[in-house]
């Protein structure tokens, strides 16, 4: 195990753990608990190093949320409550969660989006009952909503009845 770092050894410690992958507040202080001294000192050193990254610039949970935001809706073409879902495991606030999900997507046509991530995974047309209820979890997954998938998959031409759609949702 390697010896516990002081103040400056922590924040050389998260300069260089941000300089590679950004972090929300949660995240890097954990990432530092397991480097920092324990009790008291490790924590108020802990305290003082995220105080000092936040006045540099270099630590924001907002930032971070609408970075994150925007990486998953742009790139990965996820909905809406998948990225709600990732924005709560990095331990972001839920109203800056909220606030930040209402801005990116405002403008978005959320069935559009799904049709980006079918076409993004490659996805073909489900044939039969077993092969739509598999797309429709695959586009759950995908933090789209029940109506958007409805609407995807009645595209497609598959008869789906918004009752189907519902169970899945449900957990069913």
Known sequence: ????????????????SLSSK??????????????????EAGVAAMDAVIVKLK??????????????????KD??????????????????AQELVSET????????????????YVARKRMKKPEGDKEIARTMRRLMAAG????????VLRGWGAEVEEAELEGIEDGG
């Open 1 to 16: 195990m390697k010896p516990p770092l002081d103040q400056a050894g922590l924040l050389e410690f998260a300069v260089r």
């Open 22 to 39: 950004m972090k929300s507040v949660r995240d890097l202080r954990r990432r530092m608990q397991d480097r920092a001294e324990p009790g």
């Open 55 to 72: 006045e540099y610039g270099y630590l924001s949970d907002e930032k971070f949320a609408a970075d994150f935001t925007r990486l998953r």
């Open 75 to 92: 790139n990965e073409k996820y909905g809406k409550r998948r990225v709600q879902q990732g924005l709560m495991q990095k331990g972001i």
């Open 101 to 116: 999900l209402t801005k990116a997507y405002e403008d978005v046509d959320e069935v559009a989006l799904a049709k980006e």
């Open 144 to 151: 789209f909503s029940s109506k958007t998938i409805w609407k």
